[in-house]
């Protein structure tokens, strides 16, 4: 089951695509559908269909968000968090053999792969709640238990790179 836990940015961005689908995309592709109509035969008429297959899948998603929307808690930093991992935060971990993972734990409306977002209810971020700088965080995955070292952990995002000052590639 989802947690119904959501980043103040997720719910405005949530919010955003609902403003958007209802304001612009719905009566664009309305439009469509009403000048593909008067074109005459429906049954025969690819553009009518595909219309109405496109404000199905808008409408549908127009209601999810409207009801998810609704029940979402959105979970603001607080500085009792700092220096513990908790819904929000970007950490970043290190396994035996050196791998460095960057993520940040967000509610499951907010996951994002190539960015490294992971949701509170994943096993990766369960284990990593609350815990803190050097702790060992065990990970039950697949393949079986994955140990992860916490280096970082920040209420804001990591830089894009950030480099150590003797490291000779930076700068």
Known sequence: ???????????????QELRYLWRVRRPEVTQAVSEAAALGDRSENAEYKEGKRLLREIDRRIRYLSKRLEVLKVID???EQEGKA??????ELEN????????RIVGADEIDVKNNHITIDSPM???????QVDDEVLVQAPGG???WWINKI?????SARQADPGDDKAG
């Open 1 to 15: 089951m989802k947690s119904p836990l959501i980043t103040r940015a997720g719910k405005e961005k949530l919010e």
């Open 77 to 79: 930093y607080s500085s």
């Open 86 to 91: 908790f819904f929000g935060a970007w950490v």
């Open 96 to 103: 035996d053999e050196g791998e460095i993972l960057q993520c």
């Open 125 to 131: 971020a369960r284990a990593m709640v609350g815990r």
């Open 145 to 147: 238990v994955a140990t």
């Open 154 to 158: 920040q209420y804001e995002p990591f």
